[in-house]
């Protein structure tokens, strides 16, 4: 029986031990998925092997120390410098990072994505813009705040405050706020979201469990939109493609995975 979990601070919301539970029980795959609540980031690499686990998932606040943890990091993780999937592979610590390609196969139903919007300029958003940018999409991002927009500057990216937005033709635009997720706010003030919303083909939001202002005002306007479930199952189901080192059918992942949402 091989073990997995979860390490974060907090931990006790995270959905991932359902989530991949419901894969290993339903998929008759060998193995179960428990959470560990870890304060100190520099004890991961440690309770990771103590506990004797065979792959973990890392959240909120460890996934840098996440990386510096590893002895070797692989694809993406490696432009953004951020983990949130670790697999022990022969007694080392391998990171990868799953959250911006869970993104890219949560929105792969969008057709023909060449021009993105981000909403937002935190954790998130860099890990986005950074995987967009590999596809060669154009992106833009808006933020309240001009502090954190240098670091899309030097990726390239058109950035703007609320100020100085100038508005364009969007495929798709992305909610990484936080607003909406403990609150009724909108991403930006409403009448900058009804001109971004009149823009743009597809919306999504990377908040989940619940309908945030700005996916409710998208579907008052008939976009097609995702939320952030679809982009946690994406990342879901690609780091149980890495527990079970694709032994299991990746369409059968996300159908038990994406069942578990219901429990
Ligand atoms: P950060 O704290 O790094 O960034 C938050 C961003 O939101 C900043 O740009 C901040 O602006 C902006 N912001 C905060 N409050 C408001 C507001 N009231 N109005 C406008 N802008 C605001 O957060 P993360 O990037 O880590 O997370 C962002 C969101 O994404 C969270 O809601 C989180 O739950 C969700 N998330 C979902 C995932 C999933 O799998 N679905 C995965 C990861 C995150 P400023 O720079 O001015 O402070």
């Given at each position: 029986?091989?073990i997995?979990?979860?390490?974060?601070d907090p931990?006790s919301h995270s959905?991932?031990?359902l989530m991949h539970?419901?894969?290993f029980?339903?998929?008759?795959y060998?193995a179960c998925?428990t959470?560990t609540?870890?304060?100190?980031?520099?004890?991961?690499?440690?309770t990771?092997?103590?506990?004797?686990?065979?792959?973990?998932?890392?959240t909120?606040?460890?996934k840098?120390?996440a990386?510096n943890?590893?002895?070797e990091v692989?694809?993406?993780a490696?432009?953004?410098?951020?983990v949130?999937t670790l697999?022990?592979?022969n007694?080392?610590?391998?990171?990868y990072?799953t959250d911006a390609d869970g993104?890219?196969?949560?929105?792969?139903?969008?057709?023909?994505?060449?021009?993105i919007?981000?909403l937002?300029?935190?954790g998130?958003a860099?890990?986005?813009?950074?995987?967009f940018?590999?596809e060669?999409?154009e992106?833009?991002v808006?933020?309240?705040?001009?502090?954190?927009?240098?670091?899309?500057?030097?990726?390239n990216?058109?950035?703007?405050?609320?100020?100085?937005?100038k508005?364009s033709?969007?495929?798709?635009v992305v909610?990484?706020?936080?607003?909406?997720l403990?609150?009724?706010?909108?991403?930006?003030?409403?009448?900058?979201?009804?001109?971004?919303?009149?823009?743009t083909?597809?919306?999504?939001?990377?908040?989940?469990g619940?309908?945030?202002?700005f996916?409710?005002?998208?579907?008052?306007?008939?976009i097609?939109?995702?939320?952030?479930a679809?982009m946690l199952l994406?990342?879901?189901?690609?780091?149980?493609e890495?527990f079970v080192?694709?032994?299991?059918?990746?369409?059968d992942?996300?159908y038990?995975m994406?069942k578990?949402?219901?429990?």
């Amino acid at each position: 029986m091989k073990i997995f979990s979860i390490f974060g601070d907090p931990v006790s919301h995270s959905r991932s031990p359902l989530m991949h539970n419901s894969v290993f029980k339903n998929l008759n795959y060998p193995a179960c998925y428990t959470r560990t609540h870890l304060k100190d980031g520099t004890k991961l690499k440690e309770t990771f092997f103590s506990l004797g686990l065979s792959g973990a998932n890392v959240t909120v606040p460890h996934k840098e120390a996440a990386f510096n943890a590893c002895d070797e990091v692989r694809g993406f993780a490696q432009t953004v410098g951020v983990v949130n999937t670790l697999i022990n592979e022969n007694g080392k610590l391998i990171g990868y990072n799953t959250d911006a390609d869970g993104f890219m196969y949560a929105i792969e139903e969008f057709n023909n994505i060449k021009k993105i919007l981000i909403l937002g300029a935190g954790g998130t958003a860099k890990a986005l813009a950074a995987r967009f940018k590999q596809e060669d999409i154009e992106v833009s991002v808006i933020n309240r705040s001009q502090k954190r927009l240098p670091f899309f500057d030097d990726l390239n990216c058109k950035t703007y405050t609320w100020d100085t937005f100038k508005i364009s033709e969007y495929d798709l635009v992305v909610n990484t706020t936080s607003a909406g997720l403990k609150d009724e706010l909108l991403p930006a003030p409403q009448e900058l979201i009804d001109q971004i919303l009149d823009a743009t083909q597809y919306a999504a939001d990377a908040i989940y469990g619940k309908l945030t202002p700005f996916l409710k005002q998208a579907k008052e306007k008939n976009i097609t939109y995702k939320n952030g479930a679809d982009m946690l199952l994406g990342q879901g189901v690609l780091a149980n493609e890495l527990f079970v080192k694709a032994q299991l059918d990746k369409k059968d992942i996300k159908y038990h995975m994406q069942k578990s949402f219901l429990l």
